[in-house]
């Protein structure tokens, strides 16, 4: 049975950082690409950041470039999003998600997904 579980959210203030993490199980987790998505209340979930199976290529949204980083641990089975610079406006409930082969930016790309970890940005 796979499980991914989100672990690292809170509250910070404005400036701020953040670190999550995403423990995987149940799967052989170097085969799959690795994804975090957030979904900020009365808002659709969107996408974050993604990551190659190898962890040397990733991709991220317009909104979080140069502030988010998607990183992976393929011998702790774990992917990280560090976070810095945090404004209200990334308050939202953080997934981290799985998929096979290419990186995938859409909800629908993702078949395994965690239960979320929630990111409070105030001031």
């Known amino acids: 049975q796979v499980q991914l579980v989100e672990s690292g959210g809170g509250l910070v203030q404005v400036g701020g950082s953040l670190r999550l993490s995403c423990a995987a199980s149940g799967i052989t987790f170097s085969k799959y690409v690795m994804g975090w998505f957030r979904q900020a209340p009365g808002k659709e979930r969107e996408f974050v950041a993604s990551i190659n199976r190898s962890g040397d290529l990733t991709t991220s949204a317009d909104s979080v470039k140069g502030r988010f980083t998607i990183s992976r641990d393929n011998a702790k089975n774990t992917v990280y999003l560090q976070g810095r610079s945090l404004k209200p406006e990334d308050t939202a409930v953080y997934y981290c998600?799985?998929?096979?082969?290419?990186?995938?930016?859409?909800?629908?790309?993702?078949?395994?997904w965690g239960q979320g970890t929630q990111v409070t940005v105030s001031s």
């Open positions: 998600a799985a998929r096979r082969f290419a990186l995938g930016n859409r909800v629908n790309d993702y078949g395994h």
